[in-house]
């Protein structure tokens, strides 16, 4: 993570507090994490791939606060600012070593330029990746981090190898139609708590409806790990809506939606958290940290007493009951996470519970085996077409082009 200008209300002591994790904390935990997931992988017989990263994150998770955590990162904005000329550079450079051979640097030399727009409530903002007036398809996107870390490079690398390069218009499919992604910039913690991410996220859909050119039917929505989370927040709120956050009305269902390593709950009592605790990123230990600060001084456990399953509904006691006529919201759902992940269980539980109270909806799950948490990012973050990216732009293509 690059350095910034120190995140609003560190403090004298809170950078003391950062410098001292990082010098005297970080090299023996990141060591340590790194010698046990490469252990956990070594005795399951699964690929090394990406551990490395994990064994850093998990550190950053676990040790640094919201407030420390932002001022050892650029903000969503700023790295959107620098990664997007820069990929746009690049393919330039590609375009002129390939000539006309290659479509696809060609395609986003042309497409890829800074373009953002300002939400109403002037704390949240569109970041688009391709071009929204030749676009006839939209994915509206959130980032995950825990609602407390910036989105990375690695999230908009995904968005254009799994969304942008979907496109027909490079693909060979056989017309030239365009995907563009609506990046959300919203606010993190503990600036924001729980619903206001998902208030902005219903902001923006209203946003891309008013442009005249996004409709739900050509509209996918979704985000990984903490953008999962929203994402389930944002089905559920427009299939039952909630009473603080404006609703959005939809005169026909959302082409589709997709949640990568979702939180759809705070218990700890599933079974996968006890078995990949010591392998993931996350840990039941790390959740039960970043929890309190997600959820703020909210009306979130009286919605639970409620049945109201908006923040995480998993855990009200009828999910299916939860999720009945989830057809009148969306066509189809893509759910994805990783056997050596903690979230695992609760993920598949979400696509069991959509496909048996809403059997008009699609369900996919992909629970891949050597996968932990959001290994889509860790493709993005390394520039790769891994599998789990090549498996979510297959999936967009048959929403979009079934």
Known sequence: MASTTRAPGLGVFGGMGLVVKLLLLA????????????????????SFRHYAQCAFYRFALHRLTPRQLQAVSPSTLATYKAWLPRRQSRAAAQTKRAGSQDKEPAFLASHLAVDIEQLPDGRSSLMWIGNRHKATKFVLFFHGGGYIAPAMNGHMEWCLRAYLLASPAISGAGNDEEVAVAFLQYTLCPDAVYPETLQQAMDAMAHLFASGRVTPANLVIGGDSAGG???????????????????VPLAEPLAGAFLVSPLLSVRNDWPSVARNGGIDMLSSTTT???????????????????????????????????????????KEVYVTVGQQEIFLDQGVAYADAIRRASPGVTVKLDASTDEAHDWILMEGDKGIDGDATQRMRDWVRGVFWP
């Not at 089905?235 to 404006?246: C, E, I, K, T, Y």
């Not at 919605?303 to 399953?309: C, F, H, M, P």
């Open 27 to 46: 090299p023996p935990q990141v060591l340590f994490n790194l010698v046990r997931c490469y252990t956990f992988a070594l005795f399951r017989g699964i």
């Open 229 to 247: 989370n929203l994402t389930a927040q944002v089905l559920g709120h427009l299939l039952r809506p909630h009473p603080d956050v404006r609703r």
């Open 288 to 330: 039960d940290r970043l929890i309190p600060w997600v959820l703020g001084p909210t009306t979130f456990q009286v919605e639970l007493k409620q049945q109201k399953g908006w923040c995480m509904p998993m855990d009200v006691e009828d999910p299916v009951a939860w999720h009945t006529g989830l057809e009148k919201v969306a």
